[in-house]
Every structure is written in structure tokens, then in C-alpha cells.
T-cell receptor, first 113, second 109 residues
Framework: EADIYQTPRYLVIGTGKKITLECSQT?????MYWYQQDPGMELHLIHY???????EKGDLSSESTVSRIRTEHFPLTLESARPSHTSQYLC????????????FGDGTRLSIL | GQNIDQPTEMTATEGAIVQINCTYQ??????LFWYQQHAGEAPTFLSY????GLEEKGRFSSFLSRSKGYSYLLLKELQMKDSASYLC??????????FGKGTRLSVIA
């Protein structure tokens, strides 16, 4: 069973606040990912990392930033939250081999008022 | 880039068989994944194909034809709990996995 954890599960917060969504995995996976998904809609890759000190932007432009200082930890930060950031954010990780599946966390449902 | 197409919605009857198709265009193909995602939950891995042919896992099977850029997911003996979105995803080169928009399957009694 995959061991990847996201906190918080739900967050309701006001506009302009700085937010950090946490994601940690205990599988030693090199690769980690952040996706944004609105209800009933497709997954959009917003950031990914192939290892420590390596981060890349995904296909969907995002005002968020990420860091990868430790293998197991891949936090996502919004400096100033806006209502347009309301969405579900899913973190995933995978082994470095391309034939290994991504394992997803339970997600953070974010609502900006 | 990569282009992945799958039907938006399908409906099938409990106990029946349903086939969900996926077509893709890519270069440097390294494999195709199928995921299941229940409403409000995270995707979970179902299958991976990199060679042509059929892979069977219980009630679920996945087929791949690399020359045709085509895959399908076959679900047998459908149950109500199989109502979910099914995501086709392709990996190519060293780029991240690219997901299709998903097929929403509704299983009816």
C-alpha cells in the first residue's frame, strides 16, 4: 500500500493569506508531482520534481511554488491566495523507473473566500 | 506533445461487460497506464501496458496496440462500485505522465 500523506485534507481561508500544502511520502520515491483538479474535471499537472533540489513547472500555469529540500517532502505554497485558487490539490509520487505507477495522496480540498 | 482521447461518458448495466477505449499520439512511447478515480477521491492504479497484447487482472483487463496508438480497458461482471472515472495516461521519454480527460462510467441496475 502506498504511503503518501497530504495535510490539511480541507482548508477554508480568506483571500490574501499565504498557504502551504504539505505532502510527504515514506517510500523513498525520487519523483513527486502536484496536480490541480476541479470537481468532475481533468487532472492538471502544475509542478513536478525528479529529485532533491530539482523542480519543474507542469502543463498548467500556476501561481504556486514548490520546493524539494528532502526526498520525502514536497510542499506547495501560495503566497497570496485568491478565490480562483479554489480547487482540489493532489500530490503523487513514483519510483524513478518509468514503468512504475504514481501513487496519490488523498488530496487537499482548498476553498478561498 | 502528446494527445490522448477517450470518451467522456459511458453507461452500462450491472453484470455486463464494458470496454473503454483510449487513443493516443506520442513519440518515445514508454507505456500506458489506466487509473480509476471515484468521485471526490484520488486516482488509484489499475494497469500498465508497454507491450502489445492483453493483460488480465481479475475482472479488469487492459489491451495495447502500439502500432495503432490504441488501448482499451475491459471491465467484466460490472458492479455498482465500478461507477467511477477511468483515466488513460501515457508516459513518453523522460516527461511526466500525461493523463487523458477521463471517461465517467455509470453502472445502472
Amino acid at each position: 500500500e502506498a504511503d503518501i500523506y497530504q495535510t490539511p485534507r480541507y482548508l477554508v481561508i480568506g483571500t490574501g493569506k499565504k498557504i502551504t500544502l504539505e505532502c510527504s511520502q515514506t517510500m523513498g520515491h525520487d519523483k513527486m508531482y502536484w496536480y490541480q483538479q476541479d470537481p468532475g474535471m481533468e487532472l492538471h499537472l502544475i509542478h513536478y520534481s525528479y529529485g532533491v533540489n530539482s523542480t519543474e513547472k507542469g502543463d498548467l500555469s500556476s501561481e504556486s511554488t514548490v520546493s524539494r529540500i528532502r526526498t520525502e517532502h514536497f510542499p506547495l505554497t501560495l503566497e497570496s491566495a485568491r478565490p480562483s485558487h479554489t480547487s482540489q490539490y493532489l500530490c503523487a509520487s513514483s519510483h524513478h523507473s518509468y514503468n512504475q505507477p504514481q501513487h496519490f495522496g488523498d488530496g487537499t480540498r482548498l476553498s478561498i473566500l | 506533445g502528446q494527445n490522448i482521447d477517450q470518451p467522456t461518458e459511458m453507461t452500462a448495466t450491472e453484470g455486463a461487460i464494458v470496454q473503454i477505449n483510449c487513443t493516443y499520439q506520442t513519440s518515445g512511447f514508454n507505456g500506458l497506464f489506466w487509473y480509476q478515480q471515484h468521485a471526490g477521491e484520488a486516482p488509484t492504479f489499475l494497469s500498465y501496458n508497454v507491450l502489445d497484447g492483453l493483460e488480465e487482472k481479475g475482472r479488469f483487463s487492459s489491451f495495447l496496440s502500439r502500432s495503432k496508438g490504441y488501448s482499451y480497458l475491459l471491465l467484466k461482471e460490472l458492479q455498482m462500485k465500478d461507477s467511477a472515472s477511468y483515466l488513460c495516461a501515457v508516459i513518453a521519454g523522460n516527461t511526466p505522465l500525461v493523463f487523458g480527460k477521463g471517461t465517467r462510467l455509470s453502472v445502472i441496475a
